[in-house]
């Protein structure tokens, strides 16, 4: 079974900043927190991970809570094309099989 | 780099019959793995590897085998299709942290 916990669905208006929660109050110490979305029928995207501390790239930003048990993605200034379903996952090491949960759909309104 | 590539796009199955999915990469990854998304529903892990000739299972791995001869490919069999394995099949391979998708698989079994 997947380890996390996310809403089924969001909306969020276009221009706006898309936050999206996870919760993941089972996490270990060594487990990693990533994020991924899949748009229509593609295969999932990688979009960003972290461990405990914030971490930002190209794509989002993800903000870890201090005991690990919950993080945000943010999607500072979401466009139509954010529109996926996104996944939150935590996974140990290379070697840890990596299991998708149900994920979020997020439909983005103009 | 052509990333993951997988072969067929789409395949149509009469039951009882067997196929092998392909899936190639050609980035070096260790770690590679195969999931099957059905309509409306996320991905289920069916197996994985973490390197040649290691491989296990995930959440779904019966009627599926895998082998992992080189680095670079790894197969997945159906031994007797079943129309319950009718489905889109996406493998995935992992230098460390993030999972690369290939295009997926759609397959029908009648």
């Known amino acids: 079974d997947a380890k996390t916990t996310q809403p089924p669905s969001m909306d969020c208006a276009e221009g706006r900043a898309a936050n999206l929660p996870c919760n993941h109050s089972t996490i270990s110490g060594n487990e990693y927190v990533y994020w991924y979305r899949q748009i229509h029928s593609q295969g999932p995207q990688y979009i960003i991970h972290g461990l405990k501390n914030n971490e930002t790239n190209e794509m989002a930003s993800l903000i870890i809570t201090e005991d690990r048990k919950s993080s945000t993605l943010i999607l500072p200034h979401a466009t139509l094309r954010d529109t996926a379903v996104y996944y939150c996952?935590?996974?140990?090491?290379?070697?840890?099989?990596?299991?998708f949960g149900k994920g979020t759909r997020l439909h983005i309104l103009p | 780099n052509a990333g993951v590539t997988q072969t067929p796009k789409f395949q149509v199955l009469k039951t009882g019959q067997s196929m092998t999915l392909q899936c190639a990469q050609d980035m070096n990854h260790e770690y590679m793995s195969w999931y099957r998304q059905d309509p409306g529903m996320g991905l289920r892990l069916i197996h994985y590897s973490v390197g040649a000739g290691i491989t296990d299972q995930g959440e779904v791995p019966n009627g599926y085998n895998v082998s992992r001869s080189t680095t670079e490919d790894f197969p997945l069999r159906l031994l007797s299709a079943a129309p319950s394995q009718t489905s889109v099949y996406f493998c995935a391979s992992s230098p460390l942290y993030e999972q690369y998708f290939g295009p997926g698989t759609r397959l029908t079994v009648t």
């Open positions: 996952i935590v996974r140990a090491n290379r070697d840890d099989k990596i299991i």
